[in-house]
């Protein structure tokens, strides 16, 4: 995962929410069909991509995909 | 930026890790490289380096998961765990609704589940079990920490719902968030008593408002309660009243029928961690992933008995599965079948295949050997565990594996779907997966040693409770084979009958025969008039209804006595006695027996001053054996009285079963006997009738018919 655009090809293929680089800014709440769950299924999946471990407690602060990416990229 | 894996499971949010990583898939070994023949299955589900997200999960991105959905468990099959967590997860965004829209025979399966923390994460991989099974799952959730409040209240939305199963969901924290942050063993032995005397509680509450099936689970002790005790003593106390409450939970199985208790203490056994510590401070999901993966696969075999898809056979080859060696090279004496290390790997493994014959599951064999070699190796080989007695058939031929299958399903009158095939072959059990898709494929491979985790990974054959007929299944069949040599020695049906001697017992079923009288719902496919599936709950509450008969068939013939081998279930509607389903065992068709116990029900009917009898056909996938069952015994069709094209009154009486298999394309049809001709009990059998009659006319209407609610 070298940048956000692999991030949201991987909430696309993991998830099947499809997001475009245009919903990197919204307001998770706007995003259609997202939810919290979502999220912690697709930090297990990152975890286990990169080998790293991610703070859930900065994820779970982050407001929008691009500030999720932001805390998963460390 | 390739980065290696994750290794380290403890710190990890991982999805469910497999628990045994020799065996990380369901029924496959991650080596299991052979060509899957299946099109959607074009996996290669390899080995360490993860494919790229891609492959084989592609289809469950797209609508195909809709349109397609009757072939995802094909593709399921072949997934490993972590793969089939990630199908549940994609698969948990697809609306049950259009799945049904478009297939309406997908059986459905609705489950509410409730719990101490959140319940979301366990969604997703009860979908993916339940997908496994070509099962549908309509979920129910309620919210965060509601479970006292759900099950408590009668008028609660979690029994608003009338799911066919519910989850609550139980994990530690349900003790010790009620003990302050200073606790000796002797709070925790309160406040596990409190809990106790909650839930039991909250069972009978649920049996007097549900029909369905409420499961419980066992409490974990993670490491870090008694890690913080200093003192020996304190540890072992607390470990022992922790226990003897996890003991108490399983107990309550004893005197609630409607109740299952999973014991979640074995998987923790095989090194499932019981929590994630990250989840369960940050996200309030107080069970590990991989615990909750375990617990969704054991339900998901629960969901597969709910909607009538038991395993009933196991199917084994030979040569490298049940002994070692090739037999047509190595003889009689040459396979390894004890002694040796790896004899006594094989051994286990024949141990655990008798072990699951001896509780009815029907034991068969398809090699591909000569026949009387094999027959001399059961018979002669001193040291072999599995004995030919064990087996209901041997099918040696050199034939494909799918033949001999479909060839052993036609012999014992059972469905291929019922079937369970272990082959140490990859070529095999792929073969087997692509022709007969409902079988399930178990590929042992390698090392014998792991023959036995790999069969018992999945509860394939598991069952709510074991009946008599269960323990004596394996000689019942063998009876088959016997009165089937029996009737090749006569010219005429009519005379082998006759000599046959059969006694057919028409009886009410009491509370002994709930057990019974739900399996043959659950079990039978062919000689099912309506397919309406009920649990020992439904059952017991039409036991309870006054408005209701169950009668239980019971049948002996010269060879035997056969068990309880039917049931006819019916209710009073004013002067009509509606017949809701008539069932019959496939071992005992074709011997008069359903026409002996429709004219008890007609004559039982007539005295009870009934004007009429009526009966309802609903076709499934395997029902059509009795498409002409009324008419053929004096019944005319009738319009059905509902708007819906169904007579209105199965699925009020016997509510809360489910009715997974209806055709859609198919039509039900409302059948009627005026009463005015007797029908004749057929003179080469003696019919016994202990029913109760139904004096009062007024007794079988008003309230109680049709009312959801037995209370």
Redesign the interface.
């Given at each position: 995962m070298n940048d956000l655009d692999d991030f949201l090809s991987l909430i696309r293929d993991e998830l099947g929410i499809e997001v475009g680089s245009e919903d990197s800014e919204r307001s998770l709440d706007e995003i259609p069909g997202w939810d919290s769950v979502h999220l912690l299924w697709l930090l297990s999946i990152v975890e286990q991509r990169t080998g790293r471990s991610v703070s859930l407690p900065d994820v779970l602060e982050a407001s929008t995909l691009g500030s999720i990416y932001s805390a998963v990229a460390g | 930026?390739a980065?290696?894996?994750?290794?380290r499971a403890d710190?990890?949010?991982?999805?469910p890790a497999p628990s045994d990583t020799t065996a990380p898939s369901d029924t496959t070994a991650p080596s299991d490289t052979a060509p899957s023949d299946t099109a959607l299955a074009d996996t290669a589900a390899g080995p360490a380096p993860?494919p790229p997200?891609?492959d084989p999960?592609a289809l469950?991105?797209t609508d195909a998961a809709v349109t397609r959905y009757p072939q995802v468990a094909a593709l399921l099959t072949t997934l490993s765990e972590?793969e089939l967590a990630?199908a549940g997860?994609?698969l948990s965004?697809v609306d049950p609704g259009r799945v049904l829209a478009e297939h309406p025979s997908v059986p459905v399966v609705s489950v509410a589940i409730t719990a101490h923390g959140?319940v979301?994460?366990l969604v997703?991989a009860l979908t993916g079990q339940a997908a496994r099974h070509g099962v549908l799952v309509r979920p129910v959730r309620t919210t965060f920490d509601s479970y006292v409040f759900e099950l408590s209240d009668p008028g609660s939305s979690l029994y608003e719902a009338h799911t066919d199963l519910t989850l609550c969901l139980l994990d530690p924290r349900i003790v010790f968030d009620e003990v302050g942050a200073v606790w000796r063993p002797q709070d925790v032995a309160a406040a596990l008593k409190a809990k106790l005397a909650l839930l039991t509680r909250l069972v009978e509450t649920f049996e007097a408002t549900s029909r369905g099936t409420l499961v419980l689970n066992t409490l974990p002790l993670p490491r870090h309660y008694p890690a913080q005790l200093v003192d020996h003593r304190s540890r072992a106390q607390l470990g022992a009243v922790w226990r003897e409450a996890n003991a108490a939970l399983l107990r309550l199985t004893e005197n609630h029928p409607a109740l299952v208790v999973l014991d979640l203490e074995p998987h923790l056994g095989e090194g499932v961690g019981a929590t994630d510590p990250?989840?369960d401070v940050?996200?309030r999901?107080h069970l590990s992933?991989a615990l909750l993966a375990a617990y969704a696969r054991e339900v998901g075999h629960l969901v597969k008995l709910v909607a009538g898809r038991a395993k009933k056979t196991l199917v084994l080859d030979l040569d490298g599965t049940v002994w070692g060696g090739v037999l047509g090279e190595d003889g009689v004496t040459g396979i390894e079948v004890a002694g040796s290390y790896r004899g006594e790997a094989f051994r286990a493994f024949q141990r655990v295949v008798k072990q699951l014959g001896s509780q009815g599951v029907l034991l068969a064999v398809a090699s591909k050997n000569d026949q009387e070699l094999v027959r001399r190796a059961l018979r002669e080989h001193a040291e072999m565990t599995l004995a030919e007695d064990d087996l209901v058939r041997v099918t040696a031929t050199w034939r494909p594996k799918h033949e001999s299958l479909r060839e052993l399903a036609e012999l014992l009158n059972l469905g291929v779907d019922s079937f369970v095939f272990v082959d140490d072959s990859a070529h095999e059990c792929a073969l087997v997966r692509a022709e007969l898709p409902g079988v399930a494929v178990v590929h042992v491979d390698g090392d014998p040693a792991l023959h036995v985790s790999r069969l018992l990974r999945d509860g394939w054959f598991d069952t709510r409770e074991l009946t008599a007929e269960d323990r004596s299944r394996v000689s019942t069949y063998r009876q088959e084979a016997e009165r089937a040599d029996f009737l090749d020695s006569f010219s005429s049906l009519q005379d082998y009958l006759r000599e046959l001697d059969v006694t057919v017992t028409l009886a009410d079923a009491s509370e002994a025969d709930v057990a019974r009288v739900s399996q043959l719902t659950l079990r039978t496919n062919q000689f099912n008039l309506t397919t309406h599936r009920l649990q020992q709950a439904d059952v017991q509450g039409l036991l309870r209804d006054p408005a209701a008969q169950v009668f239980a068939i019971r049948s002996a013939d010269r060879f035997g006595d056969n068990g309880t081998v039917g049931a006819v279930l019916l209710h009073r509607e004013r002067e009509t006695v509606v017949v809701d389903n008539f069932l019959l065992s496939c071992r005992v068709f074709s011997r008069g027996i359903e026409q002996a116990c429709l004219a008890a029900v007609l004559d039982h009917a007539r005295r009870a001053g009934a004007r009429a009898v009526v009966g309802t056909y609903r076709p499934s996938a395997r029902n059509g054996v009795v498409r002409d069952f009324y008419p053929r015994y004096g019944f005319e069709e009738v319009e059905p009285p509902g708007r819906d094209g169904n007579s209105g009154n199965s699925a009020d009486q016997t509510g809360g079963g489910a009715h997974p298999e209806a055709i859609p394309g198919g039509t039900t049809v409302v059948f009627r006997h005026d009463l005015r001709q007797p029908l004749a009990v057929p003179d080469h059998l003696t019919l016994h009738t202990s029913i109760t009659e139904h004096t009062s006319p007024a007794t079988g209407q008003g309230d109680t018919a049709g009312k959801e609610d037995p209370q």
């Open positions: - | 930026m980065l290696p894996d994750l290794a710190i990890s949010l991982s999805p993860r997200a891609g999960l469950l991105r972590p990630r997860q994609l965004r959140t979301d994460p997703p990250r989840l940050y996200a999901a992933p």
